[in-house]
């Protein structure tokens, strides 16, 4: 028997096949140029779906998708992929393959930042905490939060939204309203490369600058060689990470933070100006306490942690 987890990103339907000890025996994933069309959406997950329980003998489906997502499966609000807002994405699956797979067949839906969490705290970084904080950097932050090694996902199922706490009170207030000032704005991928480019014009014989690699990689691996442009990056997005950190903490009372996406892999710069900020700037009974650590699970989180959360009863 296999349990199927399904990651759905704003530019990749991924898929994972776990057996039951929840090794990882295949995976693949589809590259979706026009995402953000719902029907191109619904015929590749239910395609898709439908010839992997031909291959493998399924027994439960995991799916992680982005935005705030209730008990019931509606997403309420998907600001990466708009195409799901108000979208029961859990009763069109169930309906749709119910037919193939069996009225009680085990499917179920959760927020990918939350799936991501799971992995962590079944297999990875996160296996010997009973308490941590789980925060995904990428297109957007996104966030977990693991207690007494259970998730907590608050009064809708939409806990840990860390990405839309208010980083900036003064900002300039956009048309949704939720969105203004907000951490992601701050700390996801274009906010960091659009940072990157306003800095350049101070350091024209930066590497980024002669080559335009204005990237997320090579922003972080020029910041290891000592480029002035990459090194003030790292540190400037480190230092908002250890401000959210400090801020994360000082409420939950939580000294333990795994970080995980794409942008995790970057610069140690990124993470110790990150520790020192949070050190330095949280509760006395947390100053020098704070762990921040690289998720084990990288690209691989959400299929993995997909698979196991719809294994569990």
Avoid: W
């Avoid at 096949?17 to 719902?38: G, Q, R």
């Avoid at 002035?228 to 009372?253: F, H, P, Q, W």
Wanted: hydrophobic share 40%; net charge positive; proline share 3%.
């Amino acid at each position: 028997m296999f349990h199927l987890g399904i990651d759905i990103g704003g530019t990749n339907l991924k898929f994972g096949i776990l057996n039951k000890k929840f090794e990882l025996v295949a995976d693949f994933s589809y590259k979706m140029p026009h995402l953000i069309d719902l029907n191109t959406i619904q015929e590749a997950l239910i395609n898709s779906i439908l010839k992997i329980s031909k291959e493998y003998k399924l027994s439960s489906i995991g799916i992680g998708a982005p935005g705030i997502i209730d008990n019931d499966g509606l997403i309420i609000v998907s600001p990466n992929i708009p195409a799901f807002n108000k979208f029961n994405l859990l009763d069109f699956i169930k309906q749709s393959v119910t037919p193939i797979l069996g009225n009680d067949f085990p499917i179920k839906l959760e927020n990918d930042a939350n799936i991501a969490a799971i992995a962590e705290m079944t297999l990875g970084s996160g296996a010997f905490y009973n308490n941590f904080v789980y925060i995904t950097l990428g297109t957007g932050v996104g966030g977990a939060i693991i207690i007494n090694r259970q998730l907590y996902r608050g009064n809708n199922g939409a806990a840990g939204e860390i990405g839309h706490m208010i980083f900036n009170s003064n900002a300039k207030t956009k048309k949704r309203e939720f969105r203004t000032g907000v951490l992601e704005e701050y700390l996801g991928k274009n906010a960091i490369i659009n940072y990157a480019k306003r800095l350049a014009y101070k350091f024209p014989n930066s590497i980024i600058n002669k080559n335009k690699k204005f990237d997320i990689i090579s922003i972080s691996n020029y910041a290891d060689e000592g480029d002035e442009l990459a090194t003030r990056c790292m540190e400037k997005i480190g230092y908002y990470l250890g401000i959210t950190i400090t801020s994360v903490a000082n409420l939950l009372d939580i000294n333990h933070f795994i970080i995980g996406g794409g942008i995790s892999k970057s610069s140690e710069l990124f993470y110790s100006k990150a520790s020192e900020v949070a050190n330095k700037r949280s509760l006395p009974h947390l100053q020098s306490n704070i762990v921040i650590e690289r998720a084990k699970f990288g690209s691989k989180a959400g299929i993995i942690g997909s698979a196991i959360f719809g294994a569990i009863k």
